[in-house]
């Protein structure tokens, strides 16, 4: 069994630089999952005592909140400051971008088209920075419903594929006069998304390693198998299967933005042991 990992894979960024600040911030809570990776989190608690809280109300005055890599809704955060909480920002910068290109272009009267998952906590928080006649859609066709104006601006969840916003953007070109696009997939996810596409052209077996909850692994997975059917997505190397090998000569391995290396390392070495590669 030959085991190849792909050129660009794993931690970002925008997850090393909220990690160090959680790991800086010892005897804190984030306020919702720093990262889509149960194991990590796991890891921050045991290890610097950084808890977990999903109840805003949680927070009390002088108490420190580590704000999720996601970031969250503008009226959440206002809220944290009024009630003197020690806020410490750990957003990605890459999602702090929409949402300030939300806050200006909506100010200046454009109708905003997010592309995202309007469930998914990034996608909450940037829609929350425009004021009004603000849709999030997750195909060009849930376009046809919307009541648009003539002046539209789109920005996209930073894990999104480009081939898609771009279906997204060419169908809001052909109806209105005035589009304003940004390009807010970051470049991180470009890097992995073009390295586990050449990787599972080459593999007979594809393991993407990540959250169950993480969008840009599900995006992973999803450009894996459509070059390799074979393609599995897991979080731990407790989920591989020794059958998924039989017959298998090639084994790719991806891993999303929010997987840390001694996950992907354990993952790799069980393949080992299961392969006897």
């Known amino acids: 069994m030959k085991i190849e990992l792909a050129e660009s894979y794993g931690f970002c960024f925008g997850v090393k630089r ?7 911030n010892r005897n804190s809570s984030t306020y919702g999952p720093l990262i889509h990776n149960a194991n990590e ?7 610097f005592n950084v808890a977990l809280s999903e109840n805003l109300d949680s927070f009390k005055v002088g108490e420190t909140a580590v704000i999720r890599t996601h970031g969250i809704p503008k009226q959440e955060l206002s809220t944290l400051h009024e009630r003197q909480v020690n806020v410490v920002d750990a957003t990605c910068p890459y999602v702090t971008k929409p949402q300030q ?3 200006e272009m909506s100010a200046q009267g454009y109708d905003i088209v997010i592309f995202g998952d309007e469930a998914h906590p990034e996608i909450k928080g940037v829609k ?15 376009l046809d419903a919307l009541k648009l104006r003539e002046k539209v ?6 894990t999104r594929k480009i081939e898609d916003y771009q279906q997204i953007i060419g169908k809001l070109m052909a109806k209105h006069k005035e ?6 997939i970051c470049n991180a996810t470009f890097d992995n998304q073009d390295a586990v596409r050449d990787l599972a052209q080459k593999a007979d077996v594809m ?14 997975h999803s450009i894996a198998k459509e070059y390799c059917p074979d393609s599995y997505h897991i979080e731990s190397q ?5 059958n998924w090998f039989d017959t298998k000569t090639f084994c790719g391995i991806s891993a999303g933005a929010s997987t840390p290396d001694w996950i992907i390392d354990e993952v790799v070495a069980k393949i080992k042991s299961l392969t006897r590669a």
């Open 153 to 158: 601006a789109t920005v996209a969840q930073t």
């Open 238 to 242: 407790d989920d591989l299967q020794e």
């Open 128 to 142: 929350s920075y425009a004021d009004d006649h603000v849709y999030v859609v997750n195909s060009p066709d849930e």
């Open 207 to 220: 393991i993407v390693i990540g959250g169950k909850n993480s969008s840009n692994t599900k995006q992973l």
């Open 18 to 24: 909220a990690i160090k600040i959680a790991e800086e």
């Open 179 to 184: 589009v304003r696009v940004f390009n807010t």
């Open 101 to 103: 290109i939300c806050e």
């Open 41 to 47: 989190i796991d890891r921050l608690k045991n290890d």
